[in-house]
């Protein structure tokens, strides 16, 4: 919560700062406001918030701290200037007299780590778990109070003054009731399957153009979403594994997409988010903590040709289809993209294209398609690397030391990611040098593929490689923007540099085709900045328009899902600051990386029902997950928990009478948010409290939320 705000204090800050007290007997003598620990100093905290020096050698000063959710000022020394938004994990610069001041904004109670570096004049803040006993009183606070609220189906006067004059007529879009303004009031009653909900809107309004800053964004793993062309299903050799198919492909593709357009149109879709299309490693790697399953690249983030699409998600002509079908129905197509790492090396990649070596005499343990290999008694199937020599110089023939990490043969080893986000390894990935600014040619093994499009560029760094062959999608199809993975791993000026050669390619694909004028809105680019939560830094002066709100899901989701009206503060602050700080964010209940909604609440029916106005009706954009509006269930996932969340879309479900009315609600509270951009981009005002109603207003439109729920 901003300084400033007139609100009564958190009853989970009071518990939460209660409980530091009695962790940290060292804040008796800390006063109020302030703490300082070695030269380093953060205002606005509260008692048991105290930083506490961490031993070191010099040139580095270390400090913790715990801090609950709010805003806070950290200072060294004696700086100029205002403070400036402070990002964690990254490095930020100093003065030469190692002073600054920085903005830090934090959206839920956790630990920080604070190192300087008198040497290199720079800082770094580490947000850590909290210690146990903090994170569980902070959890049990914030669980207060407990279970959802009952939905008052009695006829509501409602206070609605404020934003529709006397004579106007108002609708109910849930109900489809209108009643007529008198006296600044009208009288409705919510609908029977309701629960308690009316979205109010003039009953005579003008259609509203598109906005970003409202974007209700479908994310569909194109692989688990719809099949709409069998034929492709085995593209590579690629086979399912006859067993629970955690890894494995499982037939989804673009004419699966294309056939279900009309589908997300009626849920108010209006841009989808489709996973990377791009040609994937052919082969599988192990998959979970016990190589128990063979883990293939169905979800399009293990790349291996940045110019070619996957077979098995389609061709070039049936993207071409989706994106102009999606177009006619005012849906915008946003393509996944990776420029942090490419994909394992594989078996089959190895054999098929000459790269990297086996032990002396192990390949009589292989099939003829190495591919088939499988594990043996005691194996699993990670055992397979047993048998590759990591150090034979033929892995000189894969990506090349100029262009990735990998700590093999003579490339670089690639620190620690916790270290060095942007030089480190994520999960044993092969890091792009995406900084690097020596000039190479393409990678020897993309030389020994027939189909690849790659071709040396002059001059060219691993960075302009990666953004041609991304950008080159945008000029040919009139892509609409990107989502990026993995954003924080990157350095920032990557990020400026692909979202304005992406601007390029849009304005070229424009200038290209003059008949396709569905849309001259700018290319959008969303990022994947975890954990970040709702602050502007300095990624949206690095070419991205908003970035995931990973807070969303850890808290108000399930709140504002029982009672809506325990969104007000969170929706007050997020309103402001949007609109204020001029940037955005993409909240979500459920995702690929982390959870699904129904998990969360143990499958309950009707938290699954009424999270879709905590949702769809929060500021900044939104995204729905490929089955949050059909109660998709977790499938099985092995040794990996996130394989779950990764289920096959739930179509057979939608045939039944409840799921269908579940979805008939995602739809019409869907429908209400495509309608007006007042609700994701406008200024939120409390209007009453019983029956619980607030406002949004943009210009000229203007809509009322009301929940009729009591506690």
């Known amino acids: 919560m901003s300084a400033g705000e007139n609100h009564a204090e958190p009853a989970h800050r009071t518990l939460l700062a209660s409980t530091l007290a009695a962790l940290i007997s060292a804040c008796a003598s800390t006063p109020v406001g302030q703490t300082e620990a070695g030269g380093i100093r953060i205002s606005g905290t509260e008692p048991g918030e105290v930083l506490r020096p961490v031993k070191t050698d010099a040139p580095l000063r270390k400090a913790e701290i715990i801090l609950d959710e709010g805003e806070y000022i950290l200072t060294l020394g004696n700086p100029t200037g205002e403070a400036t938004p402070a990002q964690w994990f990254r490095k930020l610069p100093l003065a030469d007299d190692n002073s600054g001041r920085f903005r830090l904004n934090v959206e839920a109670p956790a630990q920080f780590l604070i190192v300087v570096n008198d040497a290199e004049h720079s800082l770094r803040i580490v947000r850590k778990s909290l210690p146990r006993q903090v994170e569980q009183a902070a959890a049990n606070a914030a669980a207060q109070p407990k279970g959802p609220c009952t939905p008052d189906l009695t006829p509501q006067t409602i206070t609605v003054g404020e934003v529709f004059q006397d004579g106007e007529v108002i609708r109910d879009a849930l109900s489809g009731q209108t009643a007529r303004v008198e006296n600044g009031r009208i009288t409705l009653t919510p609908a029977a399957d309701s629960e308690g909900l009316m979205l109010l809107e003039a009953a005579e309004r003008r259609p509203a153009p598109f906005r970003w800053d409202n974007a209700t964004v479908y994310f569909a793993l194109t692989d688990r979403f719809h099949n709409g062309n069998p034929d492709n299903d085995r593209s590579y050799g690629r086979q399912p594994d006859g067993k629970d198919e955690i890894g494995t492909f499982h037939g989804g593709d673009f004419a699966g997409l294309t056939a279900k357009l009309d589908y997300l149109r009626a849920l108010g879709v209006n841009a989808l988010w489709i996973s990377p299309p791009f040609e994937q490693m052919h082969g599988w790697v192990g998959g979970g903590s016990r190589g128990d399953f063979q883990h293939y690249a169905y979800h399009g983030y293990y790349i291996m040709d940045f110019t070619r699409l996957d077979a098995n998600f389609g061709t070039e002509a049936e993207l071409r289809t989706l994106v102009q079908e999606a177009h006619k129905r005012g849906i915008r197509i946003l393509l996944d993209v990776v420029m942090n790492h490419p994909g394992y090396a594989t078996l089959q990649d190895m054999q098929d294209y000459g790269f990297g070596g086996l032990f002396d005499g192990f390949e009589r343990y292989l099939p003829p398609r190495w591919g088939d290999w499988r594990p043996s008694a005691g194996e699993n199937f990670h055992s397979y690397h047993a048998m590759i020599n990591y150090d034979h110089p033929g892995w ?311 929940a009729a729920q009591k506690p």
């Open 396 to 706: 000189s023939r894969w990506w090349g030391k100029d262009w990735v990490r990998a700590g093999i043969y003579d490339y670089e080893r690639p620190p620690s990611v916790n270290a060095d986000p942007v030089r480190g390894s994520l999960a044993y990935l092969p890091d792009f040098r995406t900084e690097s600014t020596r000039p190479v040619g393409i990678p020897a093994f993309l030389r020994n593929k027939p189909d690849t499009r790659a071709r040396d560029l002059p001059d060219a760094t691993v960075r302009d490689y990666l953004i041609t062959w991304l950008t080159d999608w945008v000029r040919e199809y009139g892509i609409d923007g990107f989502r990026v993975d993995t954003a924080k791993h990157v350095e920032l000026p990557a990020w400026q540099a692909l979202k304005t050669a992406a601007q390029q390619a849009l304005d070229d694909y424009r200038r290209a085709h003059p008949e396709d004028t569905f849309s001259q809105a700018p290319f959008w680019m969303v990022g994947e900045v975890f954990p970040h939560g709702v602050q502007r830094d300095t990624y949206f002066e690095n070419g991205f328009d908003a970035l995931i709100n990973f807070d969303f899901q850890r808290g108000p989701a399930k709140s504002g899902a029982e009672c809506l009206s325990r969104l007000e503060d969170t929706w007050n602050n997020w309103s402001r600051r949007l609109r204020e700080d001029r940037f955005n964010v993409m909240s979500y209940i459920s995702s690929h990386d982390t959870e699904l909604f129904t998990r969360l609440t143990g499958g309950d029916p009707t938290l699954q029902k009424r999270v879709a106005a905590a949702l769809l009706l929060t500021p900044g954009a939104v995204q729905i997950y490929y089955g949050d509006e059909s109660a998709r269930q977790r499938g099985p996932s092995g040794s990996d928990p996130s394989q779950g969340t990764r289920s096959d879309m739930n179509w057979a479900d939608l045939e039944k009478p409840a799921y269908q009315a579940l979805l008939r609600y995602w739809q019409t509270v869907g429908q209400f948010r495509q309608r007006h951009p007042a609700v994701g981009a406008g200024e939120q005002r409390v209007l009453a409290r019983e029956p619980w109603t607030v406002s949004r207003t943009l210009g000229d439109d203007r809509i009322i939320i009301v």
